[in-house]
């Protein structure tokens, strides 16, 4: 696992070891940053169920200004931050260590795209992602990694399901707020 391009381009992240540990793949990464390309540079970032914190740290190397990465697992937080320190992001960033909804109720944002890659089929998605909506910025995203087995509602408080894209057995789900003319 590494970080594909900016300013710590090349640089191999570590992950958690065990069956549980599912990081995305780079195929899947560039995908997701081809979505958001133009919306990273001077973003407000949040890594919700960060795990490695990949994606967190790839758009802080893309130009983000803060990335906030949210995991309750200890072992990920120190991997987060050992991370952070080998890309040199430690000063642009702030580890929440805690449940994703538990965060989620107290952060205030606004985030300008929130990157969500819970454990597939808990229905976590479902849980967070109306009080997620509230904490977003009037042009942000919300990009969700799920598993294409799992159906995930068409909208997200005031923000709505703007596309899928499948990337064999991995969707990612985009929600954007609907545009007004």
Do not use: W
């Not at 958690?16 to 390309?37: M, N, Y």
């Not at 890659?117 to 009037?138: H, Q, S, T």
Request: with cysteine; aromatic share 8%.
């Amino acid at each position: 696992m590494r970080v594909i391009t900016g300013s710590a381009r090349g640089r191999k992240l570590k992950t958690l070891e065990g069956l549980d540990v599912r990081p995305t793949t780079d195929r899947v990464k560039e995908a997701v940053f081809s979505i958001v390309q133009f919306q990273v540079p001077g973003a407000v970032v949040l890594d919700l169920f960060a795990g490695s914190g990949q994606m967190g740290i790839e758009a802080l190397s893309r130009g983000a200004k803060l990335a906030v990465f949210v995991d309750s697992d200890r072992r990920a937080q120190a991997v987060i931050k050992e991370n952070l320190e080998l890309t040199g992001f430690t000063a642009s960033s702030r580890i929440a260590g805690m449940e994703a909804q538990t965060f989620l109720l107290s952060a205030r944002g606004p985030f300008d795209i929130a990157f969500l890659d819970p454990p597939y089929r808990k229905g976590l998605l479902d849980e967070v992602l109306p009080v997620l909506a509230g904490k977003m910025a009037e042009n942000g995203i919300i990009l969700c990694e799920h598993g294409a087995d799992e159906i995930l509602p068409d909208t997200a408080g005031n923000f709505v399901r703007a596309k899928d894209y499948r990337y064999g057995k991995i969707v990612v789900t985009a929600y954007r707020l609907p545009q007004t003319e």
